[in-house]
């Protein structure tokens, strides 16, 4: 799982393209007003021009296989699917295609998720207007990009996984749970059953060895997983 994570330019300034054409792009969403202010962020940025949209992950696959874009920006929460499972399918189907993911989920799980399927950028919706150009600059040269919002939790992320022997889920779940969070809470934040997050609690306790909550909260202090 590791990786360098590249944050956006201080400065703000676009990533620089060596190639002399345009980098195509689809773009998907399926929020007609977002697909309108994402598309003039792009098209007014250098060597970028959007060939097609989409509104859903059945469009956006049709898309892709026919107009073979160079990055394909996808919105993680689009209808007709799994975000992640495209993603994987379309990096083996037409690998000329890079895939920045576009949230509103801060969670370093998704990232990760994401980045694993093959995605090579993560960019918060919050945060288009200074990010999305530089990661699909950073995309069409195969680099990865993850927002800075998201990048220090998904370092401590992959520390913690490489460190503990908890899978990513785990790790995600034990930072929830330190902050707070009930069983009821993180089901919802991450989209699983209770019984899912009652057996993944049972199974952090049991690898690390501990047996409270107060035990989990101060051991994602030492992990700082959460803030002290």
């Given amino acids: 799982m590791s990786g360098h994570l590249h944050l956006a330019n201080p400065s ?10 345009s980098i195509t ?34 469009a956006a696959t049709r898309q892709v296989h ?42 370093p799980l998704f990232a990760q998720q994401a980045l694993d399927a093959g995605a090579v950028g993560f960019v918060l919706k ?9 990661a ?3 995309a069409a ?3 990865e990009y993850v927002s800075p919002r998201v990048a220090a939790g998904l370092d401590m992320l992959r520390r913690a996984v490489d460190g503990d022997e908890l ?10 749970i330190a902050l707070g969070h009930t069983s009821v809470e993180i089901a919802a934040k991450l989209r699983l059953s209770r019984r899912t997050v009652e057996t ?18 101060q051991f994602a202090l030492r992990r700082r997983l959460i803030g002290g």
């Avoid at 993944?200 to 909260?217: F, P």
């Fill in 12 to 21: 703000g300034a676009e990533g620089r393209v060596e190639e002399a054409t």
């Fill in 25 to 58: 792009v689809v773009l998907a969403d399926d929020h007609a007003a977002v697909r309108r202010s994402l598309r003039r962020l792009l098209d007014g940025a250098q060597h970028v021009d959007v060939i097609a949209e989409a509104t859903d992950l059945a």
């Fill in 66 to 107: 026919a107009r073979l874009p160079r990055v394909l920006v996808l919105d993680l929460g689009l209808p007709s699917g799994s975000s992640i499972e495209t993603v994987g399918r379309l990096r083996a189907q037409v690998p000329g295609t890079e895939v920045v993911m576009l949230t509103m989920d801060e969670s």
């Fill in 126 to 134: 919050d945060r288009a207007d200074s990010e999305l150009v530089d």
């Fill in 136 to 138: 699909v600059h950073r």
């Fill in 141 to 143: 040269r195969g680099e």
């Fill in 167 to 176: 899978s990513p889920r785990e790790v995600e779940v034990l930072r929830l």
């Fill in 200 to 217: 993944h609690r049972a199974r952090i306790l049991r690898k690390l060895g501990l047996k409270t909550r107060a035990d989990l909260v």
